[in-house]
């Protein structure tokens, strides 16, 4: 998979210490790429040159050129190489990989106190239990090292200081799928051009099912934890490109923000099809979120079936359901095993689904019941 942060990076390093625990020393909005394989019980990481190689170039199809003014070659930088990579793996026939099945795409943003290989185990799960390619973004959420009230305050600075670096990631993603998608609709109007010169009914239908070979696949983005104030603070900001659409669905998983006011910017979100928030009123790190702040901590979104005002969100409660107990993290673990119909609810969400759907409602407090 492929992970994308703002931490420190050691570029001499293979392994887990190649990723650093405090912001990349160029800055909170500096952002760098990295390859990670399992290598038996360990990861290997392989970070990705700021430009790309020939080599790299020639294997993704990228067309390296120079500039006519300089004579210069014009650089290609690695997250157009990541995008190409992710194609071939979310949709390998619009790559010209007829023989692999394609998958849908999660953007998956994790939260509090949680080190690289934490974040690479769960991207892991996402990828085996959900049948989903994931990329990750990573910020430094470990409190550089410290734990208890001290780590999370940090965590929380440092989840403010990468607004910049999340906004940033969001609007590369839209702008490589765009250039992809243009340049497969340019290949696929020269094809109907020849095939079909004067019949524009018949250029129409093979334009559009040609099209959809390219977009058959769904991007989706899950939100953890304290990877939800993040966003919001991302969504509350001056510089937030609010307008791109990227998102199928977007899932705030167990959020570690305040329910207050939430829907002032979770109706922000763009999105084609659902915002999915999911409640646990028992969950044990929220519960203990809470109390780590004191009187200036309140009610978590993630754990509070109160106040449920948002125009576009569905919300769906797992209070007491079996298996999910005080769990913080309910979309994977033993949970699969114990309770059908969590997994089939998250592999729904995670897949550009609708998993509300037969879900019993409960109209006074505005939220699904998982049953």
């Known amino acids: 998979m492929f992970i994308v942060t703002n931490r420190k990076v050691d570029e001499s390093k293979?392994?887990?210490?190649?990723?650093?625990?405090?912001?990349?020393?160029?800055?909170?909005?500096?952002?760098?790429?990295?390859?990670?394989?399992?290598?038996?019980?360990a990861w290997k990481?392989?970070?990705?040159?700021?430009?790309?190689?020939?080599?790299?170039?020639?294997?993704v199809g990228l067309e390296i050129t120079k500039d006519p003014d300089t004579g210069k070659q014009i650089p290609i930088y690695?997250?157009?190489?990541?995008?190409?990579?992710?194609?071939?793996?979310?949709?390998?026939?619009?790559?010209?990989l007829r023989s692999m099945k394609g998958k849908n795409l999660v953007f998956f943003v994790h939260g509090f106190n949680n080190d690289l290989k934490a974040v690479?185990?769960?991207?892991e799960q996402?990828?085996?239990?959900?049948?989903?390619?994931?990329?990750?973004?990573?910020?430094?959420?470990?409190?550089?090292g410290v734990k208890g009230v001290i780590s999370y305050k940090s965590d929380k600075r440092d989840a403010l200081a990468s607004t910049g670096a999340l906004d940033r990631c969001i609007a590369a993603l839209h702008d490589y799928l765009r250039l992809i998608h243009d340049e497969h609709a340019q290949?696929?109007?020269?094809?109907?051009?020849?095939?079909?010169?004067?019949?524009?009914?018949k250029?129409?239908?093979?334009?559009?099912?040609?099209?959809?070979?390219?977009?058959?696949?769904?991007?989706?983005?899950?939100?953890h934890s304290m990877g939800n104030y993040l966003f919001k603070n991302m969504l509350k900001s001056s510089s937030y490109r609010g307008n791109l659409l990227v998102f199928d669905n977007v899932v705030l998983v167990a959020a570690d923000t305040n329910n207050e006011d939430h829907a002032s910017w979770v109706d922000k979100i763009q999105c084609r099809r659902r915002v999915i928030i999911t409640i646990n009123e028992n969950d044990g790190a929220l519960l203990a979120s809470r109390l780590k702040m004191g009187e200036q901590q309140e009610a978590r979104l993630g754990h509070y079936p109160h106040r449920l005002y948002s125009q576009?969100?569905?919300?769906?409660?797992?209070?007491?359901?079996?298996?999910?107990?005080?769990?913080?993290?309910?979309?994977?673990?033993?949970?699969?095993?114990?309770n059908a119909a969590v997994k089939t609810f998250f592999n729904e969400a995670f897949n550009g689904g609708a998993p509300e759907k037969g879900l019993p409602f409960d109209i006074g407090r505005n939220m699904y019941r998982l049953s």
């Open 14 to 41: 293979t392994n887990l210490d190649a990723f650093g625990s405090t912001l990349n020393e160029a800055g909170s909005n500096e952002l760098r790429l990295a390859e990670v394989k399992r290598a038996g019980k």
């Open 45 to 59: 990481i392989n970070i990705l040159p700021d430009k790309i190689t020939a080599d790299m170039a020639k294997e």
């Open 78 to 96: 690695a997250s157009r190489y990541v995008a190409r990579k992710l194609l071939e793996r979310v949709n390998p026939k619009a790559a010209g």
């Open 120 to 123: 690479l185990d769960r991207a």
């Open 126 to 144: 996402f990828e085996k239990n959900y049948g989903v390619e994931v990329i990750a973004f990573s910020w430094p959420a470990n409190g550089g």
């Open 187 to 201: 290949k696929v109007e020269t094809l109907a051009n020849k095939r079909y010169p004067d019949d524009a009914e």
């Open 203 to 223: 250029w129409d239908i093979f334009f559009k099912q040609e099209s959809e070979k390219w977009c058959n696949f769904s991007i989706n983005m899950v939100l």
């Open 312 to 338: 576009q969100a569905i919300y769906v409660d797992f209070t007491d359901q079996e298996g999910v107990d005080q769990s913080h993290a309910y979309f994977e673990g033993s949970i699969l095993k114990e």
